[in-house]
């Protein structure tokens, strides 16, 4: 019985502590069974939602001076989850990574028990060849044969690597002499509809957010490849040192893919690099039904931004980035720390990936994804793919069905659909600018009503001069035409007055 069993009652500190160690981790793993059938649960809520300051009352934070117990360590588990929001639900739409992949999950308890870091193959043999097979293959569907890859710890900074790299490729002498071998200001070039990752690449690396140009887009949020060109050549008559252009593919709210072939035919006219966020997008690659003409020419870009943690379905979190050209991460990062990147040891010291990137402990992201992948094949991640578009579609399609009741903003290239409710007392207006500023103050209204039933999430925001919209996003795989039901007649129940 753990009751009065202590952390010193258990291994390692403990010898003989096997059998209560494995009772304590049996009724943590039990506790973590019981949330995943209560998330996939439809009869339970998604959140059980409290004010922080109220949540701070009903959880007991501090830590003490004497340690807990172990069953008392059980007890918090079963309290942390009780309260935390079931992104697993399949009424939880709320951000573009949704669901809960069980296969996927299992690698992230392996993850966790191997505990490695994945700076050198001395102490991650397995999972450095794993990450070495994953991303020659996800460059594979990107369409190259050679270049390179690394996992980072997020999108943004996925999206910060292919930055550096291009930036190391006009100017390799940046590496060591820095801004002064920079002859000129650099800029780059993204639409208005990107993450904000991409302007923040411009802060952190010394051009400014000014010198991230923003090019407007199309009505479905899909950069305009003429006004690029306009604003490159604009750029270069003022002296400035154009040299890199992202393209999104998958915007994060509207789910817009900007057209690739043209912008990478531009980037080649003027010598830009040409990088994709594919970030949201890069899923619909295993699509033969959806991946053109979203991603057409991504075969032509110079880097790739891609992650398995959206789409796909990966536990957060897993990105990966992706560069045609080999041998171009290395140079670029490369430290060459002798405390851990010495080159005389005992195997090929090419698989010590941790020298082509610019943290030093780096958490073992790959695991998780190679396991689904065994599971799913890439037939698997296919049938997921033309089904959350699927999906999507019905939503659209009943969408329009009801147009009293909802209306929808745009036709999705992707799985946001982007939509108002419209109640009752507004359905006899005409759509009009004087109506979208009402709708744009009833949607944080009704989502405040949805968290507060606990029985549906889905995202808002503004866009440009578009007042406050639902963004509702399908990427978990438990997610049926019932569900999308359900979200309609519920929001309908939320606030038709
Ligand atoms: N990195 C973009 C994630 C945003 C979202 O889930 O809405």
Redesign the pocket.
Known sequence: DTADLKYTDILPICPEGLPATREFLLKVVEILLDYIKDESNREEKILDFHHPADMRSLLSLEIPDKGVTLQQLVDDCAVTLKYQVKTGHPRFFN???CGLDLVSMAGEWLTATANTNMFTYEIAPVFILMESVILEKMRDIIGWKDGDSILAP???ISNLYAFLAARHKMFPGYKKNGLHSIKGHLVMFTSDQC?Y?VRSCAAVCGLGTDNCVEVPSDKRGRMIPAELERLVIERKSRGDVPFFVNCTSGT?VLGAFDPINEIVDICQKYKLWCHVDA??GGGLLFSKKYRHPRLSGIERVDSVTWNPHKLMGTLLQCSTVHFKEPGLLISCNQMSAEYLFMQDKLYDVQYDTGDKVIQCGRHNDIFKLWLQWRAKGDEGFEKLMDRLMELSEYMVARIKSMPDKYYLLLEPECVNVSFWYIPTRLRSMQHSTEREAILGKITPVLKGRMMQAGTLMI?YQPEKDTPNFFRN?ISSAAVTESDIDFLLAELDRLGHD
């Open positions: 951000q573009l990574s997020g999108g943004s993450h990752s994060t970030a949201w995202g996003i």
